[in-house]
């Protein structure tokens, strides 16, 4: 329950609505218990008119309210059917009166729980953009989207719902014995004796239902994300034929998910039972023990059938303890899981005294070590490069050598373990993240596009809204404004999912147009031209030739671009540079660079003599 502590900042900020709604709570409730009072009058004046009948004097005990309804009825001396009819409308008048108090009751504190599940959604949605990197290689997407929808939901039960009936319980139930005591002591605890047990019933499956519901919770985000990667990767499922083996896994998920819901709502079901049980139990007590008294003196009788009637009003709240504590539960268990997150601290923060001023000047790795903190790797070992302003350097190496380590690292995506990188003197960490990564572009080897149109996935990394001019010189420098333009609504079409209705190639130019149009200090380049031909990709080096003239450039790739002058080549291996220099010191070295050089040209021979051929 502690876990639920984490909610009162919310109820503080609606407490207008939390404090008011309670008051429409109680003021239901009251005009509730008033109606029995009045049957419980009007049947002791039926025996006034029943064969034999004794007087019945108006027992103390009753609210003021009815305590002067029936004093002005007994002073006016009403015959016997205007009583009645007089009775019967003010119980009416009372149940319309507490009809409208349960409305407005609703519309406070539902619609309250629904303000603050709009607030908590966006706390975590918050949260997430605030985490780093390595918190969402060590978190599936399922359980974060399950955690933001489902759990918060869960929760929100609790804010309005289970809220809502606790404070009613406690209301009728106060007011009901409150009323029951003043009529009749030894009656009332006589009605009440089967309380405890139910009490006692609520604590022990209370706790058994806490367990379940964490474990039902961590199975539904398993679930979630075997659903969500079965989605994402659906045309690689279809095209190895693993339909089947797919769907016993989820099945698998699933079966586990369903017998832990089923354990849940089999416990869940001791409740009902056991509520119906107690409040029979109340019931007959009432009748035998008030029955008794009767036979004595007749007067009992408007007490009996007020009891009845108090008995049956407690019904549903009691009967609603379960459920209601079984929404407390669930939503502890909820809150605990969203808490998680959103206690976490990333672990790439700004300094209070980090700057703000536009980054400008050299890059400098000074004896940088970093080693991936969730599988162990060690990417970066005692790396010293220095790049000028306005320099273009490539960055070669084989699969894993940390290539893309190096623009993880100046983007503060991570921090080294030791060393520092610099910018113009000033390390990074020293510097806002923000203002240092809007002035980085970074197109990423793993190309991103939103389901959204072309023209806005290329001016996504613009804080303003971008002409279509600007938007059309971005694409004409990465080559695919032409390709766009035979697109059924030009710049305007919207792209599916993750880019999913371009080509590979398609994709990796407009992601290069993204990173162009910010107009950056820095731009790096991670093998973000494997997915093109070498006509398209000769066009884009001339392009990016010109435009990075006066730019700072790293461009991380497997191949080398013979058509592109670098100022600075290096080439990077178990996360150390083993070569460094130009294009001509490098082939004079008679290393790697070299020796893949002479690979790529002896491959463009072969394609220059097959294309001869052809023709």
Known sequence: MKQLSAINPYFWKYRSRFFIGIIFVIGANYFAVLAPQITGFVVNQVQLHLPGAKPVLSKPGHDWLVASFIHWVETNNFDFEALVAISSLTILLFA???????????QTIIVMSRHIEFDQKNAIFHQYQLLDTNFYKTNSTGDLMNRMSEDVSRVRMFTGPAIMYL????????FSVVSMLRKDVMLTLYVLAPLPVLAITIYLVNSVINKKSE???SLLSDLTSNAQESYSGIRVIKSFVQEKAMLGFFKKNSEAYREQAVGLAKVESIYFPSMALMIGLST??????????????SSKLGLIVEFVIYINMLTFPVSAIGWTASMIQRAAASQKRINEFLHAT?????????????????????KVNFTYPHTG???IQNLNLKIEKGQKVLVLGRTGSGKSTLAQLLLRFYDPQEGSVKIGEKDVKEIDSKILREQISYVQQDVFLFSDTVANNISFGLSEKATVEKIEKAAQFSNVHQEILGFDKGYETLIGERGVTLSGGQ?????????????????????????VDAKTEYKILSNLYTYLKEKTAIIITHRIFSTFRFDKII???????????????????????????????????????ENNLEN
């Open 284 to 297: 007959l007590f009432t009748i035998c023990i008030g029955g008794m008294q009767a036979l004595h003196d």
């Open 571 to 609: 080439v990077l291996e178990n996360g150390s540079i083993i070569e460094m220099g130009d294009h001509d010191a490098l082939i004079m070295q008679n290393g790697y660079y070299a020796e893949l050089y002479r690979l790529q040209l002896t491959e463009q021979e072969k394609e220059l003599e």
């Open 346 to 366: 990333p672990n790439i923060q700004n300094r209070a005294s980090a700057s703000v001023q536009p980054i400008t000047g050299s890059i400098e790795f000074q």
């Open 215 to 217: 474990k039902i919770q």
């Open 377 to 379: 790797i060690k990417a």
């Open 167 to 174: 404070i009613n319980l406690v209301a009728l139930i106060g």
């Open 96 to 106: 319309i009166i507490r009809g409208i108090l349960m409305f407005f009751m609703r």
């Open 507 to 531: 994709k990796q130019r407009i992601s290069i147009a993204r990173a162009l149009i910010k107009d950056p200090e820095i731009i790096v380049f991670d093998d973000c031209l494997s997915a």
